[in-house]
Antibody, heavy 119, light 109 residues
Framework: QVQLQQSGPGLVKPSQTLSLTCVISGESVSSTSAAWNWIRQSPSRGLEWLGRTYYRSKWINEYAESVNSRITVNPDTSKNQVSLQLKSVTPEDTAVYFC?????????WGQGTMVTVSS | EIVLTQSPGTLSLSPGERATLSCRASQSVTSNYLAWYQQKPGQAPRLLIYAISSRATGIPDRFSASGSGTDFTLTISRLEPEDFAVYYCQQYGGSPAWTFGQGTKVEIK
């Protein structure tokens, strides 16, 4: 079955870049029937969709307006994984970050990574 | 952006009772793209229902859902001990626009 294993630092300093990786097993990142999303959850903002990448003859990236100027989601076909980069973080970016498979709804979730933005 | 409002915030019930959770959208939800999730402490959300009323793989039939337009309902016919959790609704409003409700906590009375 499809599994998503996340990794990355749990503490990031303000103004720096948050970087997380999600290794996909059981399905190709290039699958033309899947999309790979990043969603975060915090007490103040609830569950918030951030962005996604997917392959449909070419790679397509889509981002939420709230983070559009700061976010990059990239696939890595050689490692079958996706990455999240969020630049210029502030304490408001403190949250649990999830890697998630899904199109209209989200059916497979990674374990979550708690990221704290603090000096 | 479509805002989803869930009610009540907390539902206090006993095992064996029926739970009815509401999700109201600020405007009509696109093409039946409404889903429900269950989340337990320290875990990721789990997909229960998609396309308004279709149960996800492995979800028991005590979970059912219905609705249309702006009003949607998740029903748990007889609460089992493992059903006490937080439940979220989620809609897809056209890329890039997925939004979630704020959640309803179902707690043991």
């Amino acid at each position: 079955q499809v599994q998503l294993q996340q990794s990355g630092p749990g503490l990031v300093k303000p103004s720096q870049t948050l970087s997380l990786t999600c290794v996909i097993s059981g399905e190709s990142v290039s699958s033309t029937s899947a999309a790979w999303n990043w969603i975060r959850q915090s007490p103040s903002r609830g569950l918030e969709w951030l962005g996604r990448t997917y392959y449909r003859s070419k790679w397509i990236n889509e981002y939420a307006e709230s983070v559009n100027s700061r976010i990059t989601v990239n696939p890595d076909t050689s490692k079958n994984q996706v990455s999240l980069q969020l630049k210029s973080v502030t304490p408001e970016d403190t949250a649990v970050y999830f890697c998630v498979r899904g199109g209209y709804e989200f059916d497979i979730w990674g374990q979550g990574t708690m990221v704290t933005v603090s000096s | 952006e479509i805002v989803l409002t869930q009610s009540p915030g907390t539902l206090s019930l006993s095992p064996g009772e029926r739970a009815t959770l509401s999700c109201r959208a600020s405007q009509s939800v696109t093409s039946n793209y409404l889903a429900w999730y269950q989340q337990k402490p320290g875990q990721a959300p789990r997909l229960l229902i998609y396309a308004i009323s279709s149960r996800a793989t492995g979800i028991p039939d005590r979970f059912s859902a219905s609705g249309s337009g702006t009003d949607f309902t998740l029903t748990i016919s007889r609460l089992e001990p493992e059903d006490f959790a937080v439940y979220y609704c989620q809609q897809y409003g056209g890329s890039p626009a997925w939004t979630f409700g704020q959640g309803t906590k179902v707690e043991i009375k």
